[in-house]
């Protein structure tokens, strides 16, 4: 079965702090594509990054960066120097190679940086 | 702005109702899924259509239907409507329907079941 956990529910940090939020996932899938979506508070979900499961090299786009490891089935995502705008609660979603591509959501770390 | 519209934004009507949530997909994406955003159930996919064709079926209640049109816009019904179905609903397209690219996401409807 695919999953995709995200033990964080919420996290709440002072700006400029560096904060990681966790992504455990499970597939028996070799082929699968895991994915980062921010939601803020006006309710749109907006693509971050996709990593395909090949691909373990981390990647880095201003102040985000991600952590593959598949040996600990975890895609984990940090923000460094943390603002305010940045206060959205972050999905992490899978999917698999297969005959769609349905997403499969973790439940969501809702994460709140105060000034 | 992701290119995929949804209209209406927010939706109020009562139980036992029926209502129509319409999805226009990217220019040149030719499929479109639905999502549903709910607080006890959180993201769940429902329902997954390539150029007017139904590809794959998520939690969808038999209560909903859903269809895409040769112009690839799609649309979602719900039918007596229950409380538990106030939620966000989310249409998202994508250019291929395998493989794993990024799906675009729409504003969502809001609907609230009174």
């Known amino acids: 079965a695919q999953k995709v956990t995200q033990a964080q529910t919420e996290i709440s940090v002072v700006e400029k702090e560096d904060v990681t939020l966790d992504c455990v996932y499970e597939t028996r899938d070799t082929t699968y594509y895991l994915f980062w979506y921010k939601q803020p508070p006006s309710g749109e979900l907006v693509f971050l990054i996709r990593?395909?499961?090949?691909d373990e090299q981390n990647e880095i786009s201003g102040r985000y960066s991600w952590n593959f490891q598949k040996s600990t089935s975890s895609f984990n995502f940090t923000i460094t120097a943390s603002q305010v705008v940045d206060s959205a609660v972050y999905f992490c979603a899978l999917t698999y190679a297969g005959n769609n591509r349905k997403l499969i959501w973790g439940l969501g770390t809702s994460l709140a940086v105060n000034p | 702005d992701s290119g995929v519209t949804q209209t209406p934004k927010h939706l109020i009507t009562a139980t036992g109702q029926r209502v129509t949530l319409r999805c226009s997909p990217r220019s040149g994406d030719l499929s479109v899924y639905w999502y549903q955003q709910s607080l006890d159930q959180g993201l769940q996919f429902l329902i997954q259509?390539?150029?007017?064709?139904?590809?794959a079926k998520g939690n969808i209640l038999e209560r909903f239907s859903a269809q895409q049109f040769p112009d690839l816009h799609s649309e979602l019904n719900l039918s007596s409507l229950e409380l538990g179905d106030s939620a966000l609903y989310f249409c998202?397209?994508?250019?291929?329907?395998?493989?794993?690219?990024?799906?675009?996401f729409g504003p969502g409807t809001r609907l609230t079941v009174l």
């Open positions: 259509y390539y150029n007017g064709e139904e590809r």
């Open positions: 990593r395909n499961s090949f």
């Open positions: 998202a397209s994508s250019v291929e329907w395998t493989g794993g690219g990024e799906q675009f």
